[in-house]
């Protein structure tokens, strides 16, 4: 497979772009090799530069639950666009994606919109440390919850693969109010509630896919609520990966464990820069101008953005099968990976909740980044490298977690996996 004019792109693009990239993870580092550099997408396909063709598992990293180009949310867009592309005052779409929100996820009575991930949970946070007046926040090892400075400590993602716990830039003093606890240890969030009694609230991926796909068990997470609850903190679930993909109306219905913020992003937006946060109305109506909270946006619930929104959840409340086809073929997926890798020699652990999969070349199962951080990164770097000449599209870090969409069909699951036999043969040398 020719990538010249990806490899023209990228040089052109370093020149001017701080490592030819907007977010560091696209840069292809720790698989080797160039970023493939995108002229279209349609359905469950990308389409490079150089007019190759491959299947998305990627998805824009979360967002493009109906694939490329979904005619729905395309024509919602161009109506959108028609009438305006900001007004910095209020619409209706706004109000209506926030009544789908709240009628979907038992624990959000009202949200706010922002434009990223990053700021739906940076604002959650000054939110709960407005609310309960406190000023320590607990995050656990492997968790990403954007790029702002609090949280940037042993971030997962893009920080992780690059072996930086934390960034220059960030000031200790703002970090210092962060304490890290273990994932699925719950002894390790005790010692920090032993260690501090200035906790306002518990930030966590309930289902984790920045360290690869790592869901919380169910025990642990009633725990944390528990002791949340005793100590007068917030439990803060972050669902900007995780919400509409792993299930259609949040963790919380398949945990049992209710949270009292949830940050959204990635599908919410159907492909556009959307992020929100809600919670109980007692706790969001802290928030400015209701209360003394600041919060705000220039292009907050902007209404291109807030009409892929709409078409992309409403869409999927009129399917709400749809999550359960799509995991269906999440579990296909690596039920044929793992007897792929078995067949070869090769230990594989897998994962799928809804329309999210992982995977990871190691011999034990992984519950926390310590385990997954075992696993065999020069592999992973194998196996992307010879996926992508197979024309399939896969997250360029083990850290990261697959998606299925509605466009990636049977056939195509089935093909993936036949590229699976094929590539394992060549890596294991039989
Ligand atoms: C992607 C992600 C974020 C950050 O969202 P951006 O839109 O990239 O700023 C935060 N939390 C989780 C769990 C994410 O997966």
Redesign the pocket.
Known sequence: MQRIHSQEDFQEAQRFIPGGVNSPVRAFKSVGGTPVFIKEGKGAYLYDVDGNRYVDYVQS??PLIFGHRDETIENAVIDAVKHGLSFGAPTEAETELAKDVVELFESIEKIRFVS????A?MSAIRLARGFTGRDDIVKFEGC???HSDSLLVSAGSGAATFGTPSSPGVPADFTKHTLLAKYNDIESVKKCFADSDNIACVII?PIA??MGLVPAEKEFLKELRELCDANGALLIF?E??SGFRATLRGAETITGVTPDIV?L??VIGGGMPV?AFGGRAEIMNMLSPEGPVYQAGTLSGNPVAMAAGNAAISKLKQNSRVIDVLEKRAQRLMEGMSEAASKHGIPCQTTVRGSMFGFFFNENPVKNFDDAAKSDAELFAKFHTAMLEEGYYFACSLYETGFISTAITDQIIEDTIAAFEKVFGVLSGK
Do not use: P
């Open positions: 990293w979360g990223s991930g990053t700021e949970v990403y919850h954007g991926e896919g920045n972050d900007v990966m940050t992003g990635k992020g």
